[in-house]
Structures are given as structure tokens and as C-alpha cells.
């Protein structure tokens, strides 16, 4: 169980093993929030360990990771569920080539939150911890390790109470069981369930992995059952629908956020006995007393249960989020993890839902040992909730109804909406346009029935304009972005407003945007060396050299000088003992010199000395 502040599933899931090495990463949520997955890459190239507003305080800092680790991580969302930033970045454009919306082919909405990883050996017979089991060894080979996780959790960081569970495994020549097929078949249907074009290339990437982890074999938690753990997906064509637990068991506990009657009904199906159900309060209201009488013991998440004491506690949702059913039947119970709340919509395929079954030995009533129900409630869960009772649903203002109505009419035609993002321009100046030529009569009703804004994420919501006339705004080369952000309302009382925010196709987009944020990020010689100096280190020198306010501070002539003894040391020691860390430092000045502004950084002494140490790398190749 992953309590609010638990950064493990962000910080340490996609982090290789010793002797590894990240080659790709494919990530599936129905919600995103996008400061999230900037700071993803800085986790696998870093070992930073800060809280999120720390990961995010420096640009220069993500931007290199960016460069290093950014391409490995793809992500797949429902096309509605990329959140609109809290604070405008313009880094977030960086991320335009990894995230893609995708919608579910049963009409419904896209949940899975899976995280699938592949990682390669850095060299030959290295040793690497190749299960998640603490001590555990094995023999690097040239088969890659895989790494998957179904959690509950999307990629945020809001405060809920979630569950993930995460095994390591390597590619079998076959696999005769297939536990992992349903898993592999959700990877090989991603880039077709996508809303525009997946790169051939990295199409046939994702499908490699897919094969890869429908030959393996993952294994479950230490003290479990010797069973590979089971993977069940639910609303792809030909997925097994409506998805039901095992059915002989004798006690159930279900833990979902959002419940109904038809979902409630598919877990309990014939099970006899006890039946313990933990929800929202809401989400209990809504129910009969009939349904809940088919439950013998039901309760809600207790007050105390979050912490509310941050500062991020009154802007980020907090709460019940975790998705569990563990089946006790004869000695075993049957645990099943993953995004399926327990509703129609989600065991039933109209949703796209990816679940994890593992099995362990109950235990003994009033025993210490086993994984069943009861040893689960004593763990601490138990402590956590409140019986629950029923508080009468407050009558909701018609006019507030269809204000909702019209709001999420006005959502959905923007989602269905042929939108394209327009730049044209040189330079540094540049204008960004949205084209709305393509919409239908009936979205332009949709969305001419509430009020509407638009803006490019990567500026301020104070530059938002009306959708119609369509916007066109100057920006600086670095804003331009795919990311367009849209906010849905009505002057109702007590009617919320929607926002949103969607990757568009584009026309006219500059593809040196990532060279122009780097010299607006270095922007003189001084801070060239600093950040040189840092590079030859690795990411966390990086890191600290931000601490000490390297790319803050106007470090101007208190930078190091050309002629200090250790910059110029440094170089040729690293060319000498491992020429393979000048990568960084040598696509670094690459990228510089592709404009005026970027070449009036690098002092001409050091592009000397720095041809010098090329030319001598050069001769040693050949020799």
C-alpha cells in the first residue's frame, strides 16, 4: 500500500539495476499530470531523491536529463486525461515525442496504469540483482531484464492512498503458460489505440517489448505462492468480458474507490460468507440498502487516514484510491491489484483495465503468518477506516445539472474536435495559432454553449484567449508547443469549471526549439564552464552545482576561469580514462554551435583546447 507522500512508484520503478542500464520505458495512466513525467528522466539518470517542487526547481538541470534519458520513456493517456499544469514550463514541449493520447476502443475510457521496462546489460557477466526479492543474484547475459508494475496510481502526485505491485524477470525462448499474454497484448495494442500517428520506428519498439513480456515469466511478492504472477486486461477486442474474480471463495474483501450495483454484484457473484467492502462515502450514498445488505461488514476510508498537514494538501486530491479483491478460498487467498474499479464500466470492457492476480497461503485464524484477509487488516488497513454510515444525498439544482451537461458535451466535442496547432516565423520570434478550421456544426454547438478559453501551456494562464476568434499569440521560439490548454465554463453557482489539456498535431513547428531552450538556459561563458565542469562528472555534480545556485545565480566573471589548472585537467584526464563521458560534454557543444547566439557562449581558448583533445581521441581510434 502506497500511502500519499510514497514517491516510490515515481523515484524508483524505472531506476536500473547495478551493471544496467534503461533502454525503454512504456507507461499507461488515464491521468497525467505533466511536472510528473518531467521530472521522470532526472529519476533514471540521477539519483536525486528531493520532493517534487525540488526536482523541478532547476530547467537546465531537467533539460539534460531530457537530452540523456527523455526519448526512453514513452507514455500512453486517454486522450482527456493530461492535466493543465499548475505553472507554465517551458521544458513541457520537450516532452511532445513521448506522450500519446489514446482512446478506448469500447467507448469508454482508458485506465490501465501499467509500467513496463526494459533493461540491458552495460557489459558482459556483471552481476545484477534480478528480482525484486532483496539479496537475490543473478548472472547478467545478454538477455535484457524486464520490469513490470500495475499499480493503481496515474502519474501524479496526488495524495491518495494506492497500491503497486512490481516484479523483475528476464525473456524465456518460450513460455508455455502465458500468464503474462494478456500484458503483452494491452503493449502490442498501444500505438494502434492511439489518437494520432505512433513513429514506425518506435511502433516497432513497443511491439518488441510486447513479445519480450509475453515470454516471460514475472514472480510474485517473497512468501506467496511459487506461481507466476497472472495479468488480466479488459476491454480489448477479444479480452475476456465482463472480468470476474474466482468464484468458490468463502470471504471477499473489495476496496475500490467508485462502486455500483452491477460491479458490487460480479465480485460477490456466488461467494458465501463474509463480504467486506471499503469505498468513498459518496460512492456508498449512491447505493441501496439492498446492495450494501449483500456485504456484511462495510466501511469508508477514515478522516485520519491522510495527512493533511503540507501545503499541497488543499490543491491535490486526497483519499481512497487503491483498487484491491483478495478471494479466500479453502487454505489460499487470491489477490487481484490493478485500475478496475468495481463498476460496469470497468469489469464489464467498456473501459481498457490491466489487473494482477498472485496467490498466497491465508494463514491461520489469529495467527502472524500468511497474506489472507485478516493479516491484511492488522497490518495497519484496519486502523485506517470507519464504518460506514449513510449521509442522505443533498437534491441538486436542475440548472446546475444541465450546466454540468453542457460542460461535459463541450469536453467531449473537444476531444472529437480536428484542431491543429499553426507556427510560422524566424528567429527568436515567432507566432503560435490555433487552426479550428475543422470543426463540425455540431461541436462548434457544443462548445459555443459554455465559454471557452485556449492557451499554449507553456505561458501563463493570463494569455489565455476566447477559442473563437481562434488565437494567435508571438512567442518566443522556446514556447512554441504542441500542449494546447482549455478551460470549460459556465457562470453558474456551484458549477466547477473543466480544464484540460490536449497534444495537437502541428504545421510549421521549428525542430531546433530544444538548441534555443538550452542557450536561453546558458546564456554566457561563465555559466558554459560551470556547467562543463559539472558534465564531466554525471547528473548529481549537476545537481549539486545547481545547489550551490550555478544556474541561478549571474555567475558572470565569478565563473572558472579558462586557465584553471583543474577545468583543463579534468578534460584530459577524461579523455584519457573514459573518453566515452565527453558524450554529454561533446553533444553539449554541438548544439551550441548551430547558431551565432549559441557559438558567443563557448570561449574561443577552450574551443581550442577542446579540437585539440577531439583530434588526439580521433588518432587514438585509428591507431
Known sequence: MLSPDSRTVAFDLLRPPSGYTLDLA???????????????????????????????????????????????IQLFVDQSGIAVPRLPRELYSMLESSVHPVRAPGGGIFHPKVWVARFTPTGPGIGVTAGREEGRQDVANDQPLLRVAVLTRNLTFDRSWDVALASDARPEPESPFGPSRSLAELIHALPDLATTSVPPDLVARVRTLADQIGRAQFPPPPGFLRHPIKYHVVGLPGARAPWRPISDGRRTLAIAPFVNRTGLEAVRGPAWGEGLLVSLQNELDKLSDDVL???????TLSDLAVDEETEDAAVRPAGLHAKLIAVEHGWDVTWYVGSANL????????????????????????????FGIDRFLESGFDRLCTPYQRIAIPDVDEEVVEARGRLNAARDALLEADMTVVCYGSGEEWTWALDCGGLDAEPLRALAAVDVLAWPISVSEDMAHPLHPPPALTLPIQHLTRFVAFRLSVPIPGVDEVKLALRLPARGMPGDRMHHALVGLISDPGRFLRFLRALLGDLDAVAGWMGAGGSRANVGDQGPRLDSETLLEDVVRTASRAPERLGPVRRLIADLRKTERGCAVIP?????????VESAIRERGRS
Do not use: M, Q
Open 26 to 72: 512504456v507507461l499507461t495512466t488515464y491521468t497525467l499530470d505533466l511536472e510528473a513525467l518531467l521530472a521522470l528522466p532526472l529519476s533514471v539518470v540521477s539519483e536525486a531523491e528531493g520532493g517534487l517542487e525540488e526536482l523541478l526547481a532547476d530547467p537546465l538541470l531537467l533539460l539534460e536529463a531530457l537530452r540523456r534519458a527523455g526519448e526512453r
Open 293 to 299: 445488505s449483500a456485504w456484511s461488514d462495510v466501511r
Open 343 to 370: 463498476t460496469a464500466a470497468a469489469l464489464h470492457g467498456r473501459n481498457v483495465e490491466a489487473l494482477a492476480e498472485i496467490r498466497a497461503r491465508k494463514g491461520r485464524s489469529r495467527g502472524k503468518s500468511g
Open 604 to 612: 574561443d581558448d577552450f574551443l581550442r583546447v577542446w579540437e585539440a
